[in-house]
């Protein structure tokens, strides 16, 4: 599976950005959106099953962070409001043929996200 990850871009405090990830090439089970900082890991952000939707976020983006799936463009989205400038990172999609492996298979390339304050 191939991803494309876009929409990253510059935002102040308190706005909103919306990331995209087209996945083209075969079939997934799950898709998850990563972030990562310089210096730090990589860090989970929410992932969500491709077929019945089940969605899962990370404390620190719950109430704020939406993930949703468009079947028809083999796309997934996630849509960032109140951005913090602790949100700003490289982010990145990621996906799995199988819930049953541990790690990602797929990788798509970072797309970043500066907030400023």
């Known amino acids: 599976v191939q991803l494309q990850a876009s929409g990253g871009g510059l935002v102040q405090a308190g706005g909103s950005l919306r990331l995209a990830c087209a996945a083209s090439g075969g079939t997934f089970y799950d898709m998850a959106w990563f972030r990562q900082t310089p210096g730090k890991e990589r860090e989970f952000v929410v992932r969500?099953?491709?077929?019945?939707?089940?969605?899962r976020y990370a404390d620190g983006v719950k109430g704020r962070f939406t993930c949703s799936r468009d079947y028809a463009k083999n796309t997934v989205y996630l849509q960032m409001n109140s951005l913090k400038p602790e949100d700003m990172a490289v982010y990145y999609c990621?996906?799995?043929?199988?819930?049953?492996?541990?790690?990602?298979?797929?990788w798509g390339k970072g797309t970043q996200v500066t907030v400023s304050s």
């Open positions: 969500i099953i491709w077929s019945g939707g089940s969605i």
């Open positions: 990621a996906a799995r043929i199988s819930g049953l492996r541990v790690q990602y298979d797929s």
